[in-house]
């Protein structure tokens, strides 16, 4: 069983649709991060998280630690925001090292 | 700043012969790493560095050198290029504080 954990792997929606990503994990870890990959390949940092919530325009980005669950929020979505979200985390002890989900292909159609 | 940037975009090696993919880095980070992405599977850590003269495995070391002589730069390298190592290879970033980590635009490697 992987250590990190995303659903859905694909996620279709109309535009205008709030949609959510979800992740699990398994150990214990020191922060998570949410990053975008862009349809050309490029990957984006867009959250870092160890507790709470943040909040970056349309994107919201939650954690629960003793649940061991984030969420990645977007309201009224964009066909622009069609990418793939990948949830990484940052294990305890595990100093720079990032363990990565397998990633949620969103497609928003106009 | 150019941030990451990686060389060559796109690369196809025979079976056997070696090379470098180049990384380099601009924002003066301590923490560089390379990581390849397959279909179906998260970004794997190949090789890691905390900062220049020192570099650590990842998951995935097998058939990969690397070296951090400098800060900027962290090159990876092929010894024998093998049909396995077809993927898409990213190097990233990140100083020392533990927030966003900064990705180069990716080398897409085949083997044949």
């Known amino acids: 069983k992987n250590e990190v954990e995303q659903s859905p792997q694909n996620l279709t929606a109309q535009e205008g649709e709030f949609i959510t990503i979800n992740c699990s994990y398994s150990v214990g870890i020191s922060a998570l991060h949410w990053l975008q990959q862009h349809p050309g390949g490029g990957i984006v940092s867009l959250f870092m998280l160890s507790s709470g919530k943040k909040k970056h325009g349309r994107l919201i980005a939650t954690i629960n630690i003793q649940e061991k669950h984030s969420s990645l929020h977007i309201t009224a979505s964009h066909p622009r925001d069609s990418a793939v979200y990948i949830c990484a985390v940052r294990r305890l002890a595990s100093g720079s090292r990032l363990t990565f989900g397998e990633g949620t292909q969103l497609t928003v159609n106009p | ?112």
Not at chain 2, 36 to 58: C, E, K
Not at chain 2, 68 to 90: C, G, I, N
């Open chain 2, 1 to 112: 700043n150019a941030g990451v940037t990686q060389t060559p975009k796109f690369q196809v090696l025979k079976t056997g012969q070696s090379m470098t993919l180049q990384c380099a880095q601009d924002m003066n980070h301590e923490y560089m790493s390379w990581y390849r992405q397959d279909p179906g599977m998260g970004l794997r850590l190949i090789h890691y560095s905390v900062g220049a003269g020192i570099t650590d495995q990842g998951e995935v070391p097998n058939g990969y050198n690397v070296s951090r002589s400098t800060t900027e730069d962290f090159p990876l390298r092929l010894l024998s290029a093998a049909p396995s190592q077809t993927s898409v290879y990213f190097c990233a970033s990140r100083g020392s504080s533990y927030n966003e980590q900064f990705f180069g635009p990716g080398t897409r490697l085949t083997v044949l």
